[in-house]
């Protein structure tokens, strides 16, 4: 079946310096952008991680004092794999995170940190294509991100001292959308991306009985593959592209 052209996936913009990846839990960013942020820092972008929760709650068999420093620590390696050497923990309760004004004050006072021109964040929509539900984690992370980018550039909202606005934010770039309209080349990045999921093997071996890298591959190389028929039939990560 050929893919209509109007259907293609433009290229992701390519002029600017510093992204801000912001997610709810360690391994949301593996499932499917990681590829992506290594081809970014392959061509000496600044890319950052700020995870709103530490995942304490992800792991039926581990209590979650047990389980948070540990999933921690794999999200950690698994960001130096794609080259980002900066991740934050916001401290959100995994489960029950809860959109609002304090969510959204955090995520702006990391915009203003950090200073990205590109945000990075995942599905804020109630599903995932219409046929999954998605967590409330995801929703509310998600649409704070989209929200903070706003406030970050705002002074009179959330002001802090020694945090001055940042209105520099151009895009926000919103991962595992069913509505995505940009892409970028996974080809160069796919094995870092497999190596960086592999990080999450506490987690990736509760969650599945295949071998890790066995399933890590197939559903990383899968998911690019499919996108890839929108994208000239390169493998490619795909976003839902807001300007700003």
Partial sequence: MTV??????????????????????????EY?????IASWTDGGREVTYVLATRGEAGIDTLEPEKCGPLREQEQRASAAVVGVTEVEFLDHKDGVVEYGTALRRDIAAAIRRHRPELVITLNHRDNW??????TPDHVAVGRATLDAAGDAGNRWIFPEPGLEPWNGVRWVAVAGSSTPTHAVDATPGME???HSLLEHRTYIEVLTDEDPETYVRSFLTGYAQST??????????????FSR
């Fill in 4 to 29: 209509s052209t109007n259907d293609q996936l433009k290229p992701m913009p390519e002029d600017w310096k510093r992204a801000l990846a912001v997610v709810a839990h360690p391994d949301d960013l």
């Fill in 32 to 36: 499917g952008c990681s590829a992506a």
């Fill in 129 to 134: 294509g219409g046929v999954a539900w998605n």
């Fill in 192 to 194: 870092r991306a497999v």
């Fill in 228 to 241: 890839g028929e929108r994208f000239g039939g390169k493998p490619a990560v795909a976003f839902e592209l």
